[in-house]
């Protein structure tokens, strides 16, 4: 499997990645981490989502990259219009100050469309060689996954989970890994990719996401291996950080919050001093002795 990938990868300069609509941080920090390692090889990379980051991932390296598909920038641009038989004369262009202006000369009949039925599609080569990252169904790319460009190219589908449809020319499909960035930094390695501090990093605010800071019950042992891995990159637990700073701040009570404690404390006493139980006010009858 992983020599049948090498090959293709071997055989395709031109890569695209792709993530499902509204990602979490785990699969766009696994799908940008590829993005990387594919850069630093030489390959030429689209990483594509079909919609727009959420603020959860903006930390991520390379989020700035993200686009809404694979047309190529710089590729072919297409105009569309409705066309009917002999409303159309001939078509010209002119270059004016800078500005190409395309010239459709009405025939006989006049032109049946106007503006907004105009269509423009930007095109380019696609990529012969998609991943596709932690996206369970084809639909869930929306139009990021066009089956008329992309009928040529081959698949290959990495994701952990139980729902994925399986489909793809090779769908790694890990069902026992608890994200699927542990299973892209497995994948990186296996591939003989090289792993810089910024995919360590991804990688491991992935795995902290997805295990919810190695507290879900359902943590695989992959994520605490590759964790390991991805410090020694040079990858910091920043999530656990901040929690240890909220533990520290619980049990340290600041100055003036304990004075205001014992303040309360204080006046519950003087409370409890000025207002005697009810039964002291009761009549009470008390008996003497006359024995000698």
Same mark, same amino acid.
């Given at each position: ?134 996206? %369970?169904?084809? /639909?869930? *790319? ?6 008329? &460009?992309? +009928?040529?190219?081959? $698949?290959?589908? #990495? ?57 879900? %019950?359902?943590? /695989?042992? *992959? ?6 891995? &991805?410090? +020694?990159?040079?990858? $910091?637990?920043? #999530? ?53």
């Amino acid at each position: 499997m992983i020599e049948k990938i090498k090959e293709l990868m071997a055989g395709n300069d031109n890569i695209g990645i792709a993530v499902g609509k509204n990602p979490g941080v785990d699969e766009m920090a696994g799908a940008l981490s590829l993005y990387l390692a594919l850069l630093e090889k030489g390959k030429s990379v689209t990483v594509a989502c079909p919609t727009d980051p959420i603020v959860g991932v903006s930390s991520l390296v390379g989020i700035d990259k993200v686009k809404k598909s694979f047309g190529a920038d710089g590729g072919d641009l297409t105009v569309s219009f409705p066309y009917k038989e002999g409303e159309i004369e001939k078509i010209s262009y002119t270059l004016e100050e800078g500005k190409l202006n395309i010239l459709v000369k009405a025939g006989t009949d006049g032109l049946s469309f106007n503006e907004k039925d105009i269509e423009y599609k930007r095109g380019g080569k696609a990529p012969g060689l998609i991943f596709v990252v932690g996206t %369970p169904r084809v /639909s869930d *790319l929306g139009t990021v996954f066009d089956p008329t &460009l992309l +009928k040529d190219s081959k $698949v290959i589908n #990495i994701d952990y989970k139980p729902d994925n449809q399986g489909f793809g020319d090779i769908p790694l499909i890990g069902k026992n890994a608890s994200s699927v960035s542990e299973l892209i930094a497995s994948f990186i390695s296996s591939i003989g990719l090289k792993m810089d501090v910024d995919i360590a990093q991804n990688l491991m605010s992935g795995i902290i996401n997805a295990t919810n800071n190695f507290q879900n %019950p359902q943590t /695989s042992p *992959l994520s605490f291996e590759i964790a390991g891995v &991805l410090m +020694k990159k040079g990858a $910091v637990r920043e #999530i656990a950080s901040r929690k240890q700073n909220v533990i520290e701040d619980s049990f340290f009570t600041p100055a003036s919050n304990a004075a205001s404690a014992k303040v309360q404390v204080k006046k519950e006493e003087k409370k409890g001093e000025d207002n005697p139980p009810d039964d002291w006010l009761s009549p009470k009858i008390y008996k003497g002795s006359t024995n000698i």
